[in-house]
């Protein structure tokens, strides 16, 4: 077997190594007599810290990290080998703001996006969450804990066969021409995508064919990508190799798209027989870890596919699963049900259903999730009516200036009064008809303006964020995600509370629990009054003082491209297009500011370097000299 992490602390004492430490997820299961004198044993919290340390030192040093990978702790959960904490955790969207401190602090892909008519925010995957809470880190007030209860089952529960009418068609399966039929199936390492290569091969057994299967896996607990090969006979001797051939394959099975998309996997396709389905989940890459606004490019990602496949078919995988089944687990069998019921995979219902309760695993979850799969590709509308009601997303970004304008008047009504609504408006219109007398007929800079100084002039202070979480929406979203008797917490990190977090330096973010900070947060936000006044207790910190001085700046910037836009208007050759996109990004600039405390601050510095690198680069200068836009106070 392998070496316990004490075997492993004392082997390299035992070396020589200078100094050796231990940072655990579970650092009280240590015990002292178990371990060399000099080791010392961390909470995984400060490994950081703990790296920074030691790479000073000189000499040899060890860390040993300890901590189960998620995929195989999920693994171990489901199968009651593993304790499973009965707690979770959850954004309101409304108060994130899409900074992505909580990624840097998890480094999870289990935080996923989440797009919004106010941009890019934060999601919490609850399906394949380990729920280690290492997301709650971020330095962010939107994160509450939910303690008991469950992820809500929602439309399945209730409906029932009868709501579909008489029993679905069984269609007519493909022939298996020249004696074979091979299956590719791409997904994601943890999720299942392996287990729907053996159930076809088991169904094949199971009426007499001949089967091959080959797995590719990935690093599992990284999401790695995962593709198996299946290869069905009349007879044994059709299959030669457990391989598909390049451009053999009659079906691909597209768990997960982005996996499906890479060059392992289209050199097996052919666009003359391979039929795609493709669930059209986008799952967030490890990039996004690293990059809070990295491009998913999804459309390339389907173009790689189609472009490369016979005929394609497209379903909300993951979405509806999720909102049948309460876990998005059982999206594998429902692309499997989906393309059976398609006419894509010769075999019969009865050979699969043998296969499924021969695995023994989540059988009747498993066979449920196949019929959903075939009521999807039978009626996809009538299913889609059944969950609309707990899969309503948000919209996406409006492009659209009016749309903007429209959206932003009633936030900012609702955020401190129709006075602030009314200046807002007023600046936009301006900017805008500005902009169409200079002949640029886009909008693109009234666009950004548009979104952008309503973004910082609705800042996220105390009032905001307590009227964000007690004006009824959040809590609607909380009841439809979970069931059953729970409680929640805030987490956050209230100035007038002292302390400091050790492992990060931040103020120290606490829980508070619901039954007594909810009546708080609904007595702040009525006192949202007080903002702007010289009555505000919080007014006075260094950060509150920063949002509003971003206010005043940007306020001088409009000035400025008014200005500038007018030169234009006279026919001053000064703005040429390329000045005016540059301008288009001095009005963006602000989508860089983001976060809370110590994450804002460095945005806000960043946010700075990036204008006084782009006011560097326009080619003519501005019309009168300003402060910069973004300038610290």
């Not at 490019?297 to 016979?310: G, K, L, P, R, Y």
């Not at 699963?321 to 393309?339: E, K």
């Not at 749309?403 to 408006?425: D, G, I, K, P």
């Amino acid at each position: 077997g392998g070496l316990t992490v004490e075997q492993i602390a004392a082997q390299v004492v035992a070396e020589g190594v200078r100094k050796v430490a231990i940072a655990s997820e579970y650092p009280d299961r240590f015990s002292k007599t178990d371990l060399p004198a000099d080791v010392v044993v961390y909470d995984r919290a400060y490994i950081n810290k703990l790296q920074k340390e030691y790479r000073e030192l000189t000499g040899t040093t060890v860390l040993i990290y300890d901590q189960t990978c998620a995929a195989e702790k999920r693994r171990r959960r489901k199968r009651g080998l593993a304790h499973d904490p009965q707690v979770r955790s959850f954004i309101n969207e409304r108060v994130c703001e899409g900074c992505g401190d909580c990624s840097v602090q998890s480094n999870c892909v289990s935080v996923e996006p989440l797009e919004t008519p106010f941009g890019r925010k934060r999601i919490i995957n609850q399906s394949n969450c380990n729920k280690d809470l290492s997301c709650v880190k971020g330095f962010c007030p939107s994160f509450v804990t939910v303690h008991g209860g469950g992820v809500a089952i929602t439309a399945q529960a209730e409906v029932s066969d009868e709501d579909f009418g008489p029993p679905l068609p069984d269609p007519v399966l493909p022939a298996m021409c020249g004696g074979d039929y091979d299956i590719v199936v791409t997904g994601i390492g943890g999720t299942g995508v392996l287990t729907i290569g053996a159930l076809l091969g088991m169904a094949a057994h199971v009426e007499g064919k001949a089967s091959k299967v080959s797995d590719m896996t990935g690093l599992a607990q990284k999401g790695g990508s995962v593709y198996s090969h299946v290869r069905l006979a009349t007879d044994r001797e059709t299959l030669r190799s457990a391989r598909i051939p390049t451009g053999g394959a009659d079906l691909l099975l597209a768990c997960d798209n982005v996996v499906a998309a890479s060059p392992v996997a289209v050199e097996l396709y052919s666009v003359d027989k391979t039929v795609a389905v493709v669930n059209t989940h986008l799952a967030p890459v490890a990039a996004f870890v690293l990059h809070r606004d990295a491009a998913f490019n999804e459309s390339n990602v389907m173009t790689s596919i189609s472009q490369n496949c016979a005929r394609t078919e497209v379903v909300k995988a993951n979405d509806l699963a999720a909102a049948l089944f309460g876990d998005s687990i059982a999206t594998n069998p429902f692309v499997m049900g989906f393309a059976w019921q398609k006419g894509l995979i010769p075999l019969k219902y009865e050979s699969i259903e043998e296969a499924i309760r021969l695995n023994g695993v989540a059988v009747e979850d498993n066979l449920s999730a196949f019929s959903w799969g075939r009521r999807v590709a039978h009626d996809p509308a009538r299913v889609e009516e059944l969950v609309r009601p707990v899969w309503a997303k948000p919209e996406l970004p409006s492009n659209d200036l009016d749309e903007v304008l429209a959206l932003q008047r009633e936030h900012l009504t609702s955020y401190q009064n129709a006075a602030l609504a009314h200046r807002y408006v007023a600046k936009v219109t301006q900017v805008r008809e500005a902009e169409e007398k200079a002949g640029f007929k886009e909008g693109r800079l009234a666009l950004a303006v548009a979104r952008y100084y309503a973004k910082l002039l609705s800042y996220k202070d105390e009032f905001e964020v307590a009227r964000l979480h007690t004006d009824g929406q959040f809590l609607r979203k909380l009841n439809m995600q979970f069931a059953g008797s729970y409680h929640y917490s805030y987490h956050m990190a209230p100035p007038a509370l002292p302390g400091r977090d050790l492992a990060t330096g931040r103020p120290k973010k606490r829980p508070f629990a619901s039954w007594y900070m909810h009546p708080t947060l609904t007595l702040l936000a009525h006192f949202k009054f007080l903002r702007g006044t010289p009555f505000n207790p919080f007014g006075y910190t260094k950060e509150r003082k920063l949002e509003r001085e971003l206010i005043a700046n940007y306020e001088l910037l409009i000035v400025e491209l008014l200005e500038w836009l007018r030169l234009k208007e006279l026919r001053v050759d000064s703005l040429q297009p390329k000045t005016y996109n540059q301008l288009v990004q001095l009005a963006e600039l602000p989508d860089m500011i983001r976060g809370f405390g110590p994450v804002k601050e460095e945005s806000v510095r960043k946010a700075f370097e990036a204008e006084a690198a782009l006011r560097a680069s326009l080619e003519v200068a501005p019309p009168s000299r300003r402060r910069s836009s973004l300038a610290a106070p």
